[in-house]
């Protein structure tokens, strides 16, 4: 490891492997996984039961009332298998009611009367999640579909005691699981955190509905989740209590299968998810730096932040400027990440930061006019989300981010399904006329970014983070550690930490205070958060994942702040 100083008065420890390597944001999801592994599974296997698995262990965050991205490589074959929230077909720019708030908490978008747009019924897109990982398996997987779901149907059915880490976040959504019903009949029994202490195996927490949908969707396929009874369960709670989701809206919904984002960095090949992501983020931000030797300055200097936080605000600017859903609005998909708008936009990072960082106009490089501009949609200044990752022996990989957006996302279990269902309408702008309001059947813009990295012999890095907003710059963070400053990935992981997703750029204190003044004195507008909030460990910065394959020996690293655990097939 290069000599880099950490945040950490502990880290992780960093497990190895040649056969194989696991890492999720729980040890029992990534107990699922390293099973299909020895049970002669594929990298697919793994990933499909540990994102099945995380569902049920950290219901809070993720699960497959959600959606998310895959990004894959299995032998010579690799993409990204898309299955985001998408909005229901009889949604319309004027769905909420606005309040006359400039900005609220959350995602900061204009405030929603009663805050429809962040929890309950109307809050509730469709959800992608069983659908995209059904396609994957179905594609690529070596064990049964049955095989693969069974470690989630267990731990639902026979209960498990939560980690620490949930158990925290139970404790600071008390008012949701107390507000609506199912959730609070779920999670907290006989209305306290009874599994908080376990005696004898006593007091587990058990899912039996949620167990029951698992065992249907294990007999019958992804049609009992999208064209069955829990489809209909679903729709009818949801539309008895004002929400416009009806079945359509889930027979309709098909996973997308795209070739990915694919960019250079150094000598690298980055794959990334697509459109309507944060991957183009990701990528934009990375072409930047791209122009600009990195590894020429030392890690965390005042040069090397400067250049970072440039590239990372330029790439956000023009985020919320064009990025959308290519289906309902016209977005420079090619200008963005050329080559010649990448050397533009880096020439542009001067000596000094800019008050503002505008927009560019890329265009120029796509060689067109727009048919069509709308105003953008600029959130001010978000916490579910999950992220795991997988490789194989045989060098197959896998990232995938999945989300049910905030904690607890809705809120709504819709009864006799024991699925927690997602937020997701929250992304969109409820303002309307703008790239990202509201439309029938749109998908909204999100923030998850999983990236495979290959090189001359195959995948290199599966990284990702859950996080909201502040997951793109984690995972670009992490790729210039890992890629140009040569850490390991717990090392990188554990290294001082930097977020420029807000108005705010967000350091951490260990890096040098006279970095930190000069950083000021170049105009960036900086927050260092306090040791106190580091130690708490709790939604400070994005919550990442990491495996790295070098010669075939795989080394993982998680967040030490997190019970996230990753494990190598011995």
């Not at 099973?35 to 995380?54: Q, R, S, W």
């Not at 909420?96 to 805050?115: C, M, P, R």
């Not at 059904?134 to 049955?146: C, I, M, N, T, V």
């Not at 498990?160 to 009949?185: D, H, I, T, V």
Request: charged letters at 20%; proline letters at 6%; a negative charge.
């Amino acid at each position: 490891m290069s000599n880099v100083q950490t945040n950490l008065t502990f880290q992780k420890s960093e497990p190895q492997s040649t056969k194989g390597m696991v890492a999720t944001k729980d040890r029992l999801a990534t107990k699922a996984g390293i099973d299909m592994l020895e049970a002669g599974g594929n990298a697919i296997d793994a990933a499909v039961a540990a994102c099945l698995a995380i569902g049920v262990v950290e219901p809070e965050s993720s699960g497959i009332g959600g959606g998310g991205y895959m990004v894959f490589q299995m032998g010579n074959e690799g993409g990204v298998i898309g299955f985001p929230m998408k909005g229901p077909l009889k949604g319309n720019p004027n769905f909420y009611e606005l309040t006359g708030e400039a900005s609220t908490e959350g995602f900061g978008w204009a405030g929603v009367k009663n805050d429809e747009n962040i929890h309950g019924f109307k809050s509730i897109a469709v959800p992608g999640c069983l659908a995209g990982l059904y396609e994957a398996h179905k594609r690529f997987g070596k064990l049964p579909f049955k095989d693969t779901i069974s470690p989630a149907i267990n731990l639902a059915k026979n209960g498990f005691q939560p980690e620490w880490f949930s158990l925290y976040k139970f404790a600071g959504m008390l008012p949701m699981l107390n507000r609506y019903s199912e959730l609070g009949k779920t999670f907290l029994p006989n209305g306290n955190l009874n599994f908080a202490h376990m005696t004898n195996g006593e007091n587990k927490l058990i899912q039996s509905d949620l167990a029951q949908t698992l065992l249907a969707i294990q007999e019958d396929g992804i049609d009992a989740f999208y064209r069955g009874d829990i489809t209909k369960k679903i729709v009818t709670d949801i539309q008895q209590n004002g929400g416009i989701i009806d079945y359509n809206d889930f027979d309709q919904y098909k996973p997308f299968n795209w070739k990915g984002l694919e960019f250079q960095y150094r000598n690298k090949t980055l794959r990334v998810p697509p459109y309507a992501s944060a991957g183009i983020t990701s990528a934009m931000t990375l072409k930047i730096l791209n122009q600009i030797n990195l590894s020429s300055f030392d890690h965390n200097s005042t040069e090397m932040l400067h250049y970072y936080i440039s590239a990372a605000k330029m790439a956000y600017s023009d985020r919320f400027k064009y990025v959308a859903d290519p289906e309902f609005s016209d977005v420079p998909w090619n200008g963005l990440v050329s080559d010649e708008y990448s050397k533009i936009r880096a020439s542009e990072i001067k000596e000094n930061a800019p008050k503002n960082y505008g927009f560019g106009n890329p265009w120029i490089q796509e060689g067109r006019s727009p048919q069509s501009q709308l105003d953008p949609s600029n959130p001010r200044p978000d916490n579910g989300t999950t992220h795991l990752a997988v490789i194989d022996g045989d060098g197959n990989a896998v990232s995938i981010t999945n989300t049910i957006m905030s904690g607890f996302g809705s809120g709504i279990i819709p009864k006799g399904t024991g699925v927690v269902m997602n937020n997701g309408m929250m992304w969109y702008d409820p303002v309307p006329g703008r790239v990202n309001s509201i439309a029938p059947g749109k998908y909204p813009l999100n923030n998850m970014t999983p990236c495979l990295v290959l090189g001359d012999n195959g995948v290199e890095i599966a990284v990702g983070a859950s996080g909201g907003r502040r997951i793109t710059n984690c995972v670009t963070s992490l790729l210039v550690k890992m890629i140009d400053y040569k850490m390991n990935p717990q090392e990188a992981i554990d290294a001082p930490r930097i977020d420029c997703s807000s108005d705010f750029t967000d350091l951490t204190p260990e890096i040098a205070e006279n970095t930190i003044n000069e950083l000021i004195q170049k105009g960036h507008n900086i927050n260092v958060l306090s040791n106190e909030l580091l130690r708490s460990g709790i939604n400070m910065f994005a919550s990442p994942v990491a495996i790295t394959r070098n010669n075939n020996q795989l080394r993982a690293g998680v967040d030490s702040f997190h019970t996230a655990n990753a494990q190598g097939l011995s």
